[in-house]
């Protein structure tokens, strides 16, 4: 019954800014912890940005103070606000959230930092 479903990649100039979307079936905050990962080619999925349930938001140190992790309750909805992009931010972004022990996943949506 949990589905998580990104949206908002695409492509984008160095310096540009970007927000992804995750819409899920339940509100973010009924999750123990949602996050956004990402997985360039050829590289491990790494954490991005986590915000605990009623905690405080953690980050990457490749991607703190340009990126931002948020929620909306009433929407179903988290955020990833991504501020002065760089090309080695390429990736495809996943939105992840634990509840009841289960980690769950979206599909991914591509973002692409290039000129």
């Known amino acids: 019954q949990v589905q998580l479903e990104e949206s908002g990649g695409g492509v984008v100039q160095p310096g540009g800014s970007l927000r992804l979307s995750c819409a899920a079936s339940?509100?973010?905050?009924?999750?123990?912890?949602m996050a956004w990962y990402r997985q360039a080619p050829g590289k491990e999925r790494d954490l991005v940005a986590a915000?605990?349930?009623?905690?405080?938001?953690t980050y990457a140190d490749s991607v703190k103070g340009r990126y931002t992790i948020s929620r909306d309750n009433a929407k179903n909805t988290l955020y990833l606000q991504m501020n002065s992009l760089r090309p080695e931010d390429t990736a495809v972004y996943y939105c992840?959230?634990?509840?009841?022990?289960?980690?769950?996943w979206g599909k991914g949506t591509l973002v692409t930092v290039s000129s």
């Open positions: 992840n959230g634990h509840y009841l022990g289960v980690q769950y």
């Open positions: 915000l605990p349930r009623g905690g405080l938001a």
């Open positions: 339940r509100r973010p905050s009924s999750f123990f912890a």
